[in-house]
């Protein structure tokens, strides 16, 4: 987790960055003008890929969608670097999760006074499985800065809620087909919802091994063994390591998903993201 001198050096670095640059470039201007944004469309920035891959399902053409944080780091962890707060000073919406501490002071020194709105969502764990709320809060969003375009918007959001719904609907049902409530779990926390939702029981929760102790680990590797649990889950972005660790110990399976879109080949979608976590934990329960 950051620590504020972090933040602030990691800042007053970007900030001397962009200002040299744009002295050696012969003033601020020619600098910002040679980012790759489109200044006739909004810019919408979001801090992880799964808010950029809602953000572009819904905005289309319309808007313009960035995201500083790569797909295998987790928002709360990531660590900003000079061209946010170029990004940042064009953005007219910000939409993040509200667990990325690094964010309020990037937005000051990026010095944009133009952001209409900075919406939190929740942490990614929240997202699997998705709500239509906040699908709704997305599309709500991004009307607010082109209006003009609400139909367009509300449509796209429409069309996006159908796709999901309709996977998550197969997945529940081959969830069932596998029995998966006969399997004992133990998760990283930031997997127990989707978990639960898919119908397997959770025999205990581990937060992100960086932040675990020795004393930690051993209580989970003791739980795990007196409940006889055969599946563990960890995620890439909150690491891997203790997962496999523990699965060794007990002897049960480890299985590797992920939080966000993209972070993996075919993942490219929030569906075929559900999809793949899904799959690998059915595999798991079939001995593949």
Known sequence: MYHGTSIRRTLQVAIVAVVVTGMLAGGGVWYLASVEIQPEKPIVVTTSTMLEYFAREIGKDEIEVHTPVPAGVCPQLYEPKPSDIIMISHATLIIHHGIEIWLPDLIEASGNK???????????????????????WIRDSIIGIKPEKSDFFTHNADLLWENITKTMTVL????????VSQYRTMSIECQRLFLDWLGFEV?????????????????????????NVSIILSNIQGGTDFGACLASEVGAKHVVVTN?????????????????????????????
Do not use: H
Not at 115 to 132: A, M, T
């Open 114 to 136: 133009n952001l209409k709105e900075s919406i939190r969502l929740g942490c990614p764990r929240y997202w699997l499985p998705v709500n239509k709320e906040r699908v709704d």
């Open 172 to 179: 529940k049902e081959r969830a069932e087909e596998y029995n």
């Open 203 to 227: 025999v205990d929760i581990f937060p992100p091994p960086i932040v675990m102790s020795a004393k930690d680990k051993e209580r989970l590797i003791n739980t795990a063994r007196e409940k």
């Open 260 to 288: 966000l879109p993209y972070a993996l080949p075919g993942t490219e979608t929030y569906m075929e993201t559900i999809e793949y976590n899904a799959q690998q934990l059915f595999d798991a329960c079939s001995g593949g």
